[in-house]
Protein backbone atom coordinates (compact mmCIF):
# COMPACT_ATOMS: atom_id res chain seq x y z
CA UNK A 1 0.00 0.00 0.00
CA UNK A 2 1.51 2.93 -0.84
CA UNK A 3 0.92 5.99 1.63
CA UNK A 4 1.71 9.75 1.59
CA UNK A 5 1.24 11.80 4.75
CA UNK A 6 0.84 15.51 4.06
CA UNK A 7 -0.67 18.33 5.73
CA UNK A 8 -4.60 17.97 5.05
CA UNK A 9 -6.16 21.14 3.42
CA UNK A 10 -10.24 22.31 3.17
CA UNK A 11 -10.99 19.63 0.80
CA UNK A 12 -10.26 16.75 3.11
CA UNK A 13 -12.08 17.94 5.87
CA UNK A 14 -15.18 15.63 4.94
CA UNK A 15 -13.17 12.63 4.76
CA UNK A 16 -11.25 13.06 8.13
CA UNK A 17 -14.58 13.26 9.75
CA UNK A 18 -15.28 10.33 8.03
CA UNK A 19 -12.76 8.28 9.80
CA UNK A 20 -13.36 10.38 12.98
CA UNK A 21 -16.59 8.65 13.11
CA UNK A 22 -15.78 5.72 12.23
CA UNK A 23 -12.54 5.28 14.50
CA UNK A 24 -14.43 6.49 17.31
CA UNK A 25 -16.98 4.27 17.08
CA UNK A 26 -14.62 1.22 17.16
CA UNK A 27 -12.04 1.96 18.87
CA UNK A 28 -14.32 3.44 21.66
CA UNK A 29 -17.17 1.28 22.08
CA UNK A 30 -17.52 0.19 25.71
CA UNK A 31 -15.51 2.81 26.97
CA UNK A 32 -17.50 5.66 26.16
CA UNK A 33 -21.25 5.81 26.18
CA UNK A 34 -23.28 4.14 23.45
CA UNK A 35 -25.39 7.50 22.87
CA UNK A 36 -22.29 9.52 22.55
CA UNK A 37 -20.98 7.07 19.59
CA UNK A 38 -24.25 6.84 17.98
CA UNK A 39 -24.89 10.20 17.92
CA UNK A 40 -21.69 10.87 16.36
CA UNK A 41 -22.87 13.58 13.17
CA UNK A 42 -20.28 13.24 9.98
CA UNK A 43 -21.51 16.83 9.38
CA UNK A 44 -20.65 18.48 12.56
CA UNK A 45 -17.21 16.67 12.79
CA UNK A 46 -16.53 17.73 8.77
CA UNK A 47 -17.13 21.37 10.27
CA UNK A 48 -14.61 21.08 13.05
CA UNK A 49 -12.04 19.91 10.75
CA UNK A 50 -12.19 22.57 8.37
CA UNK A 51 -11.95 24.79 11.09
CA UNK A 52 -8.97 23.25 12.83
CA UNK A 53 -7.26 22.83 9.39
CA UNK A 54 -7.76 26.55 8.69
CA UNK A 55 -6.10 27.54 11.64
CA UNK A 56 -3.30 25.63 12.34
CA UNK A 57 -2.37 27.78 15.62
CA UNK A 58 -5.26 26.50 17.29
CA UNK A 59 -5.63 24.13 19.99
CA UNK A 60 -5.74 20.80 17.97
CA UNK A 61 -2.63 22.18 16.09
CA UNK A 62 -1.49 21.07 12.32
CA UNK A 63 -3.68 19.13 10.70
CA UNK A 64 -2.20 15.69 9.19
CA UNK A 65 -4.14 12.92 6.65
CA UNK A 66 -2.47 9.68 5.15
CA UNK A 67 -3.64 9.18 1.63
CA UNK A 68 -4.02 5.53 0.39
CA UNK A 69 -6.39 6.44 -2.83
CA UNK A 70 -8.05 8.04 -0.07
CA UNK A 71 -8.16 8.96 3.43
CA UNK A 72 -6.99 6.12 5.64
CA UNK A 73 -5.93 8.09 8.59
CA UNK A 74 -5.07 11.39 10.33
CA UNK A 75 -3.70 13.36 12.94
CA UNK A 76 -2.98 16.70 14.47
CA UNK A 77 -0.10 18.30 16.52
CA UNK A 78 -0.07 21.49 18.09
CA UNK A 79 4.07 22.48 18.65
CA UNK A 80 2.47 25.15 20.81
CA UNK A 81 2.20 22.05 23.60
CA UNK A 82 4.02 19.72 21.98
CA UNK A 83 1.85 16.80 22.22
CA UNK A 84 -0.09 15.05 19.29
CA UNK A 85 -3.68 15.97 19.72
CA UNK A 86 -4.95 12.92 17.72
CA UNK A 87 -4.10 9.74 15.70
CA UNK A 88 -6.99 8.09 13.95
CA UNK A 89 -6.46 5.23 11.38
CA UNK A 90 -9.91 3.30 9.69
CA UNK A 91 -10.15 0.40 11.94
CA UNK A 92 -9.59 -1.53 8.33
CA UNK A 93 -6.28 0.16 7.61
CA UNK A 94 -4.83 -0.64 11.07
CA UNK A 95 -1.54 -2.89 11.59
CA UNK A 96 0.01 -1.59 8.01
CA UNK A 97 2.06 1.16 9.21
CA UNK A 98 0.00 3.80 8.50
CA UNK A 99 -0.41 4.86 12.32
CA UNK A 100 3.53 5.27 12.65
CA UNK A 101 3.95 7.14 9.44
CA UNK A 102 1.88 9.37 10.89
CA UNK A 103 3.30 9.56 14.29
CA UNK A 104 6.54 10.06 12.56
CA UNK A 105 5.69 12.99 10.41
CA UNK A 106 4.21 14.19 13.43
CA UNK A 107 6.93 13.95 15.63
CA UNK A 108 8.99 15.58 12.89
CA UNK A 109 7.15 18.51 12.75
CA UNK A 110 7.11 19.23 16.57
CA UNK A 111 10.75 18.31 16.68
CA UNK A 112 11.41 18.03 20.20
CA UNK A 113 9.56 16.21 22.86
CA UNK A 114 6.48 14.87 22.31
CA UNK A 115 3.34 13.68 23.99
CA UNK A 116 -0.18 12.65 23.77
CA UNK A 117 -2.95 11.60 26.11
CA UNK A 118 -4.80 7.84 26.21
CA UNK A 119 -7.68 7.33 27.50
CA UNK A 120 -8.03 4.26 29.98
CA UNK A 121 -8.95 1.13 28.28
CA UNK A 122 -7.88 2.48 24.75
CA UNK A 123 -6.11 -0.84 22.98
CA UNK A 124 -4.03 1.95 21.16
CA UNK A 125 -1.60 2.27 24.54
CA UNK A 126 0.09 -0.89 23.33
CA UNK A 127 1.17 0.66 19.83
CA UNK A 128 2.03 3.91 21.05
CA UNK A 129 4.51 1.78 23.83
CA UNK A 130 5.47 -0.12 21.28
CA UNK A 131 6.71 3.13 19.67
CA UNK A 132 8.49 4.04 22.97
CA UNK A 133 6.11 6.03 24.29
CA UNK A 134 6.01 5.87 28.20
CA UNK A 135 3.20 6.43 30.32
CA UNK A 136 3.08 9.53 32.85
CA UNK A 137 0.90 11.51 34.32
CA UNK A 138 -2.43 9.73 34.64
CA UNK A 139 -5.63 12.55 35.16
CA UNK A 140 -9.63 12.16 35.17
CA UNK A 141 -10.97 14.65 32.62
CA UNK A 142 -14.96 14.81 32.99
CA UNK A 143 -17.33 14.47 30.06
CA UNK A 144 -20.53 13.45 29.29
CA UNK A 145 -21.60 13.36 32.93
CA UNK A 146 -18.61 10.56 33.58
CA UNK A 147 -15.22 10.32 35.27
CA UNK A 148 -12.71 9.40 32.34
CA UNK A 149 -9.26 8.70 32.92
CA UNK A 150 -6.27 9.02 30.96
CA UNK A 151 -2.84 8.95 30.59
CA UNK A 152 -0.31 10.75 28.91
CA UNK A 153 2.53 9.05 26.84
CA UNK A 154 5.78 10.97 26.33
CA UNK A 155 8.34 10.66 23.94
CA UNK A 156 11.56 12.69 25.33
CA UNK A 157 13.23 12.21 21.59
CA UNK A 158 11.23 10.84 18.97
CA UNK A 159 12.96 13.14 17.22
CA UNK A 160 16.21 11.45 17.16
CA UNK A 161 14.52 8.16 16.69
CA UNK A 162 12.72 9.36 13.12
CA UNK A 163 13.94 6.21 11.14
CA UNK A 164 12.18 4.29 13.71
CA UNK A 165 8.80 5.50 13.14
CA UNK A 166 9.19 5.02 8.90
Same mark, same amino acid.
Given at each position: ?????????? /??????????????Q??Y??????G? +??? +?????????????????????????????????????????????????????? /??????? +???G??????????????L??? +????????????????????????????????????????????
Amino acid at each position: MDVTVRPACG /QDAGAIAGVHVETWQAAYAGLLPQGV +LDG +LSQRRQTRRWRRAIHNPEGELGQVFVADADGIAGFGSANRGTGEITTLYVRPEA /QRRGIGR +LLFGRMAEFLDGPVSLWVLDGN +LAAGFYAQLGGRPGIHATVERWGLKLGRTRYCWPNAHSRMDFYR
